[in-house]
């Protein structure tokens, strides 16, 4: 559709791609929401809905995990303007980490200032129940322990700076204010606040694995999130992140227990409702409590 980079993520190919949408739509987005496994309810929300498949979007990976719609939707929320993607990528779906994280570029350069991102995860924090909600504070990003990180390679200063810092990766306003919000909705029973470590997976984490992490500090593991948060800070866009507990992290080897990703689905499912609710609000008050 139009000429591409060795790489295929460059600043023109993202470039080219924003471009794309802005010619298909007149929504101009502010706020981006990444859905997680069975979260993509999320999207439904949205009114004047357009709607794209990633396959129909140039230089756009695709979404192969069942509870991954793979479309991105474009509307409004309470009148905001925002762009939903219903589905994700992930490691182990075999991209490279750059492809992964170029829906974050491409909407840096469209103009969104915020992005909310969603996930499923593992719950390591044994006061945690299945069905609640954490405010990810801070993350533990095993993979870039391991070089692989998605700001490798050479850095180009018109995305943002080669040393990107971390320690703020997750604005604080807006976590308070989720709080507040979750407060103000009878939410405050499943709200929680928590360090959430991501994995390559596919695979569910071993009994040593989950034991060792939350001796690290995390307090939920998953596969997915933080590779975004990180290129998205990179990008100056502010953060805001939340794990649904769809499974508490086997710790115990008398344990019966055993993860599946179809567990993952019903709690999602279980608890939509009231996600929405979280997310939409949260995006309403934002521009009132913070400089969005």
Same mark, same amino acid.
Request: overall charge negative; charged content about 25%; proline content about 3%.
């Given at each position: 559709m139009f000429p591409k980079s060795d790489s295929g993520y460059s600043y023109e190919d993202c470039k080219a791609t924003a471009e794309w949408l802005k010619a298909q739509t007149s929504v101009r987005p502010l706020v981006a929401i990444v859905c997680g496994s069975g979260m993509g309810g999320l999207a439904d929300m949205l009114k004047d809905q357009v709607a794209f498949n990633y396959k129909d979007i140039p230089n756009f990976p695709q979404s192969t995990v069942h509870g991954h719609a793979g479309r991105l939707v474009f509307g409004t929320l309470k009148g905001r303007p925002c762009v939903c993607m219903q589905g994700r990528f992930h490691l182990y779906e075999g991209y490279a980490i750059q492809k992964i994280t170029l829906p974050m570029r491409i909407f840096s350069l469209m103009g969104v200032e915020t992005v909310i +991102?969603?996930?499923?995860? *593992?719950?390591? #924090? @044994? !006061?945690? &129940?299945? *069905?609640?909600?954490?405010?990810? &504070?801070?993350?533990? #990003?095993? =993979? /870039?322990?391991?070089? #692989?990180? =998605?700001?490798?390679? =050479?850095?180009?200063?018109?995305? /943002?700076?080669?040393? =990107?810092?971390?320690?703020?990766?997750? %604005?604080?306003?807006?976590?308070?204010?989720?709080?507040?919000? *979750? @407060?103000?909705? *009878?939410?405050? !029973?499943?709200m929680r606040e928590g360090v959430y470590c991501v994995l390559g997976g596919p695979s569910f984490e071993t009994i040593a694995e989950c034991r060792m992490l939350h001796k690290l500090g995390a307090d939920a593991v998953g596969m997915s999130t933080v590779? $975004?948060?990180?290129?998205?800070?990179?990008?100056?866009?502010?953060?805001?992140?939340?794990? +649904?507990?769809?499974? &508490?992290?086997?710790?115990?080897? %008398?344990? $019966?227990?055993?993860? #599946?990703? $179809?567990?993952?689905? $019903?709690? /999602? &499912? @279980?608890?939509? /409702?009231? +996600?929405e609710k979280l997310v939409s609000t949260l995006v309403t008050r934002m521009e009132h409590n913070t400089n969005a």
């Open positions: +991102l969603t996930n499923a995860a *593992g719950g390591l #924090n @044994q !006061d945690f &129940k299945v *069905g609640d909600i954490m405010i990810i &504070k801070d993350h533990v #990003n095993m =993979p /870039g322990f391991a070089g #692989n990180n =998605p700001l490798t390679g =050479p850095n180009d200063d018109r995305f /943002g700076v080669r040393f =990107p810092c971390m320690s703020d990766a997750y %604005d604080r306003d807006l976590q308070q204010l989720a709080l507040d919000v *979750g @407060q103000e909705l *009878g939410y405050g !029973d499943f590779h $975004e948060v990180i290129v998205a800070r990179h990008c100056g866009m502010r953060v805001f992140a939340l794990s +649904l507990i769809t499974n &508490k992290a086997v710790m115990d080897y %008398d344990s $019966e227990e055993k993860a #599946n990703h $179809e567990e993952v689905l $019903e709690t /999602g &499912k @279980q608890r939509s /409702g009231q +996600l």
